[in-house]
């Protein structure tokens, strides 16, 4: 069963960046497509990026591209989040999770989340 868990959020302004980080344990972490959605308040989850086993293919959805940049460290069992130029509408709860198929963008998909890491981006 693996476990994953995120850090790195916070408060920034507009224009600012953050680095997201997600550890996971328990399982085979390379076996695993991981990926990164985000969920705001009355809203529901949105998909944000992925990334294959080997960390050679991503998936951005078309509001980050540009400004975020996903990778992976498989020897560490991590996946990042780098976001850049943010703004106020990235504002949410970002939450890591694992899958099978890196191509798949929705949550049902991903079979292990973490327990998310709130952003908060003033205008």
């Known amino acids: 069963q693996m476990q994953l868990v995120e850090s790195g959020g916070g408060l920034v302004q507009a224009g600012g960046s953050l680095r997201l980080s997600c550890t996971a344990s328990?399982?085979?972490?390379?076996?695993?497509?991981m990926a990164w959605f985000r969920q705001a308040p009355g809203k529901g989850r949105e998909f944000v990026s992925s990334i294959n086993r080997s960390g050679g293919s991503t998936v951005y959805t078309d509001s980050v591209k540009g400004r975020f940049n996903i990778s992976r460290d498989n020897a560490k069992n991590m996946v990042y989040l780098q976001m850049n130029s943010l703004k106020p509408e990235d504002t949410a709860a970002y939450y890591c999770?694992?899958?099978?198929?890196?191509?798949?963008?929705?949550?049902?998909?991903?079979?292990?989340w973490g327990p998310g890491t709130q952003v908060t981006v003033s205008s």
């Open positions: 999770a694992a899958g099978v198929r890196y191509e798949y963008t929705r949550p049902q998909a991903y079979n292990y």
């Open positions: 328990g399982g085979a972490f390379s076996s695993y497509a």
